[in-house]
């Protein structure tokens, strides 16, 4: 553990904590040049962040102690960084471009990669060519993507983003084991146009096995037995399990690809249907130029690495346990969803690598609504709450083709420089004065108009929301997860925290079934199962 560079961080957070971020630009001129970077036609601007030039020469040596860079290359070499699994991380793998060499624990996976990912697009076109057809020979309509996780959340991300006002194939997700869930995709659809992708690494998920019999049952109903199977396909990793289900044909992906960071691989199948496998190729390649930032930039005009580093300088450097992340485009309505998964199941740690408590703070609390629904919500908070929340603002100049209305993104230019700024009292009272309250008036307003600023943020604009920088976008945010697992000395790859509550819900179950409670039970839930029970 790098314990004098966290010491060295610590001290200048403490010595810094009351430094005014507006003032750095004047105390260090290059400050702007220094903190904003271009990586994969993303631009990242960090100088609005808390530190001051020695706070982020600390973070930066903070990162090189913790070996950030040999990490990163343990990562794209294939080791075993997964270590409570024993497996490799390499989902860059999966967006790599032809002939690439990626190999887990020593094994080549390129091959298969390019074999899988050229199956998905003659699949892709076949079914938007109509030449695959359902059991009555119709084509294929609608598709219906089944997951949950990791097999939803990056899947409906990519479609809300990219999808067309009106596509020739409708895209639906099913996620929720809540029938109101199933039943709202399956409006309006009809079975003999239609095709079910089931995804599930392991084909054992509760929710999506309980969702997908629903959907086998809807088909069933209407669809000669003969040729059923054309409507149901499984993307697994477990493909005799998919077979067994009734799924007429399987697209695989590998136990090296977590479920968080599979929407690169055949999970993302219905998308590529959906889109057309050009626009899923784009995305790839996005993704896979800023990998090649990651790996070539140096550390100090690293895009992941300052990403990370500003949150690490936030939430241990100044005891900031939360982040809000306000995309100012539509089309990434999910994001913060989608963070919320991909940062907090991947660092929502609380041991080292080798066991032993981590004994600070991890993974802050993400959260987040699109701009502007947001300002009319919870940025009351951020802006005048006695909390400091760091915000990160995603701009879209343009997206479809069309140039956004300067309304939406000067908005978000707003809040940021408001966060940072603030208003005195004495700014309050003036104001109150000039717009002709009486002095007494504004005496008793202004403590209620004032906002104390120096609340740190960061903005990453995108000139075009294209799928090349959509998979550019969420490339950045895997890795600087990555960055941040690395300095707390976490697995970022492990989720077992998912897997107790799965456990007991299997034993309550039982007890549903059993017909009561059993006296293993604790009294609260045994008592609330009663209930429900009755």
Not at 84 to 98: C, D, G, I, N
Not at 315 to 325: D, F, K, Q, S, Y
Not at 373 to 390: D, E, L, T
Request: net charge negative.
């Amino acid at each position: 553990m790098p314990h004098a560079a966290w010491t060295e961080l610590e001290a200048v957070a403490r010595r810094d904590a009351d430094a005014r971020i507006l003032d750095q630009f004047a105390a260090d001129p290059d400050r702007l040049s220094r903190l904003t970077v271009d990586a994969a036609d993303l631009h990242l601007d960090l100088s609005k962040q808390s530190w001051t030039r020695a706070g982020f020469d600390a973070a930066l040596g903070l990162a090189r102690a913790a070996d950030v860079e040999g990490r990163r290359a343990a990562l794209f070499d294939g080791e075993a960084i997964n270590f409570t699994e024993s497996r490799a991380v390499l989902h860059p793998a999966l967006r790599a471009a032809k002939g690439a060499d990626f190999r887990a624990l020593g094994d080549a996976v390129s091959p298969e990669v390019e074999a899988v990912r050229g199956q998905m697009r003659d699949y892709a076109h076949a079914v938007r060519s109509r030449i695959e057809t359902g059991a009555t020979g119709r084509p294929f309509q609608a598709v219906v993507h089944i997951g949950i996780g990791g097999s939803d959340l990056g899947p409906r991300l990519i479609w809300d983003a990219l999808r067309p006002l009106d596509p020739a194939i409708d895209v639906r997700f099913v996620a929720n084991v809540d029938p109101r869930d199933m039943a709202e995709a399956l409006t309006g659809l009809d079975p003999e146009t239609t095709l079910i992708i089931v995804v599930s690494k392991t084909f054992t998920t509760q929710e999506t096995l309980a969702n997908a019999r629903a959907a086998q049952a809807w088909l069933t109903a209407s669809l000669p037995t003969e040729g059923t199977d054309r409507h149901f396909i499984g993307v697994t990793a477990a493909p005799d399990r998919a077979a067994a289900f009734g799924c007429g044909r399987t697209f695989a992906f590998r136990d090296w690809v977590g479920g968080r960071y599979s929407l690169w691989s055949a999970v993302s199948l219905s998308c590529a249907i959906g889109l057309g496998w050009d626009v899923f190729q784009s995305f790839l390649d996005g993704a896979a130029a800023l990998d090649r930032h990651f790996l070539e930039a140096p550390l100090e005009a690293n895009a992941p690495v300052l990403l990370a580093l500003a949150q690490i300088y936030n939430v241990n450097g100044l005891h900031r346990p939360a982040r809000t992340v306000a995309p100012y485009a539509h089309a990434l309505r999910r994001l913060p969803a989608f963070l919320q998964q991909l940062e907090m199941e991947s660092n929502g740690k609380q041991v080292r690598r080798d066991g032993a408590p981590v004994g600070r703070q991890t993974c802050p609390v993400v959260f987040g609504e699109p701009g502007t629904n947001g300002q009319h919500a919870f940025f009351q908070q951020i802006h005048q709450g006695p909390q400091v929340v760091p915000a990160e603002f995603v701009i879209v100049a343009s997206t479809d083709g069309q140039t956004l209305e300067s309304p939406l993104w000067a908005n978000a230019l707003a809040q940021g420089q408001a966060l940072m700024q603030g208003k005195t009292e004495a700014q309050a009272h003036a104001e109150l004065i000039a717009s002709g309250a009486a002095a007494a008036e504004a005496d008793r307003l202004a403590p209620h108009k004032t906002f104390p600023g120096n609340r740190p943020s960061t903005a990453i604009v995108i000139d075009q929301l294209t799928p090349r920088t959509l998979g550019a976008l969420i490339a950045l945010y895997e890795h600087k997860a990555f960055v941040e697992g690395v300095i707390w000395d976490i697995n970022s790859f492990d989720q077992w925290g998912v897997e107790l509550g799965k456990v007991l819900a299997r034993a309550v179950l039982e007890d549903v079934a059993a017909g009561g409670p059993s006296p293993a039970l604790d009294p609260s839930t045994a008592a609330l199962l009663t209930r429900l029970m009755a």
